[in-house]
């Protein structure tokens, strides 16, 4: 049975136990440790942008099964104020304000697929994927400490 | 908040205890930084060992207290950062300017003292 966690985020401690689920599902996953930090990581920073920019939301980590690959899932919603552009946002023009952009740019780099679904007004989702493989520096990592 | 900061001599050592809500990493920045002027500090130790992630935000505190000290005469040296936290940040660019980073503890103690 394929496994789905929802957790309302609402403050910055339930940013904590949004990120400790990720990497507990990607753990059970069988993703490195290091790939589950880079999830925990992308969790947190997306998670923030709920907190700062729309108040509250909600993050659901569960397992995908495309293409015979599996992966994670994480999916962020929020009722807030939503991105007027954010084709912007995705090619990293807000880079610099180390805000909004910031927590985006951070989960570009560690996940394998991000988008943005957002309008003025009607909140924002962001989904990220990321997928179980095998990676060298991330398996030295694991057994080399 | 779930850090201790110790006073040993010239120095002092902060042990974070597990992970941290942002708003517990803004109290540990005002705590060194208060801290470090009270005792009148020429470095401080910073073990992050117990975190379980440093985003965009840890980083940039971090990089507060590191550059504030600096202005101030004194030391901030990082250290502990589990190796995939530090492959995390590798990957996201996150860096922490101004910081010395010591593998450890021991390492940190070290770095001051030569």
């Known amino acids: ?145 | 908040m779930a850090v201790s900061i110790l006073k040993q001599g010239d120095y002092l050592i902060a042990s974070v205890q597990s992970a941290l809500t942002d708003t517990e990493v803004i109290e540990l920045r005002d705590a060194l930084l208060a801290q470090v002027a009270k005792h009148r500090s020429l470095a401080v130790i910073v073990d992050v060992a117990a975190l379980d992630i440093i985003d965009s935000f840890a980083a940039r505190s971090l990089t507060t207290v590191a550059r504030t000290n600096r202005l101030r005469g004194a030391k901030t040296v990082i250290v502990g950062i589990q190796p995939e936290v530090a492959v995390a940040m590798s990957q996201f660019g996150l860096r922490l300017d101004s910081a010395h980073i010591a593998l450890d503890l021991e390492a940190g103690i070290q770095l001051l003292t030569v």
Not at chain 1, 4 to 12: A, L, Q
Not at chain 1, 67 to 72: A, K, N, V, Y
Not at chain 1, 114 to 119: D, L
């Open chain 1, 1 to 145: 049975m394929s496994e789905e966690i929802r957790v309302p985020i609402e403050s910055d401690a339930d940013t904590v136990i949004a990120r400790q689920a990720g990497r507990d599902v990607a753990l059970r996953l069988g993703f490195t440790r290091t790939d589950a930090t880079f999830v925990a990581t992308a969790i947190s920073e997306i998670a923030r942008n709920i907190t700062v920019h729309a108040g509250a939301g909600s993050i659901v980590v569960r397992e995908v099964n495309e293409d015979g690959r599996t992966g994670l899932a994480v999916i962020a919603h929020d009722e807030g104020p939503g991105i007027a552009d954010v084709d912007a946002v995705m090619r990293q023009d807000y880079r610099s304000n180390a805000g909004l952009g910031m927590g985006i740019w951070g989960a570009i780099r560690l996940m394998d697929e991000v988008a943005i679904n957002s309008r003025p007004g009607e909140g924002t989702t962001v989904t990220m994927k990321k997928w179980c493989g095998f990676d060298e520096v991330a398996a030295f990592l694991d057994h080399g400490t």
